[in-house]
């Protein structure tokens, strides 16, 4: 099989670590750059720790699903 059988499973843990690190980093860093019309000033707090939350649990639900192998 084309990169192993737990293609899927590694899938799921590269996107939600990125989905997890990538929104709790926007909370913590905003960006640092000229902003123009329709940016905001910050991340959504709410809204990015919910989809934080949900890329953590996707990313250890993907390493326990790992292990258990």
Known sequence: MFLGENILIYLVLALGGALAFGN????VRPPQRERTEGDLEKAPVVRSLFMGIIGLVAA????????SQ
């Open 60 to 67: 250890v639900w993907a390493i326990a699903s790992l292990i």
């Open 24 to 27: 709790l980093f926007a909370i």
